[in-house]
């Protein structure tokens, strides 16, 4: 069974940092492509960014609201992926989920597991 | 990068069939076979019901069905029951970034 846990949500200034982590199982994460997306209060789905698999060179793609501001990064030996948040800014309030990717020749298909999500409130 | 269109509210009563619309353009939807449907009950991750425009993973029953024509993507949801009841997303392909997801549909079983 495929699951994907994610923590570090809280309560942050504006301004401020957080870093999210997502652990997953069920998969082999080495192999997997892997993104965030986010959901403010009341709104729709919205992709924060993603991460290539190392074998595929491991970089990255951001949307432009949080380019600049957010890293995601991945750690294989611990199968968790990260999303570092800087500057952080009161749009930036939402539910945060960790998603595997289902990718044909760097193509995405679909987002197949999806974590349970964890809300970060940018608020002074 | 514009959304994907989706009607803000669809409705309709335990038994019937009902279709959410998507619709976007060249670049997205109509270029590319990649649509994919999520659903998403209140509180809840989304999840997956459709990818590639009408294919189902494992576990999801067929009563859910999607289509496509043109630049407009459907989902039908036949049989309708109580449990149907969520909010639906669809999500494309694009040129300009890896996907883009539509505003979003809520279900209402009456």
């Known amino acids: ?124 | 990068q514009s959304a994907l269109t989706q009607p803000a509210s669809v409705s309709g009563s335990p038994g019937q069939s009902i279709t959410i619309s998507c619709t976007g353009t060249s670049s997205d939807v109509g270029g590319y076979n990649y649509v994919s449907w999520y659903q998403q009950h209140p509180g809840k991750a989304p999840k997956l019901m459709i990818y590639e425009v009408s294919n189902r993973p494992s576990g999801v029953s067929d009563r859910f069905s999607g289509s496509k024509s043109g630049s407009t993507a459907s989902l039908t949801i036949s049989r309708l029951q109580a449990e149907d009841e969520a909010d639906y997303y669809c999500s494309s392909y694009t040129t300009s970034n890896p996907w883009v997801f539509g505003g979003g549909t809520k279900l209402t079983v009456l």
């Open chain 1, 1 to 124: 069974e495929v699951q994907l846990v994610e923590s570090g949500g809280g309560l942050v200034k504006p301004g401020g940092s957080l870093r999210l982590s997502c652990a997953a199982s069920g998969i082999t994460f080495t192999n997997a492509w892997m993104s965030w997306v986010r959901q403010a209060p009341g709104k729709g789905l919205e992709w924060v960014g993603r991460i290539r698999s190392k074998t595929d060179g491991g970089t990255t793609d951001y949307a432009a609201p949080v380019k600049g501001r957010f890293t995601i990064s991945r750690d294989d030996s611990k199968n968790t992926l990260y999303l570092q948040m800087n500057s952080l800014k009161i749009e930036d309030t939402a539910v945060y989920y960790c998603t595997t990717l289902h990718t044909i020749f760097a193509v995405v298909i679909s987002l197949d597991y999806w974590g349970q999500g964890t809300l970060v409130t940018v608020s002074s």
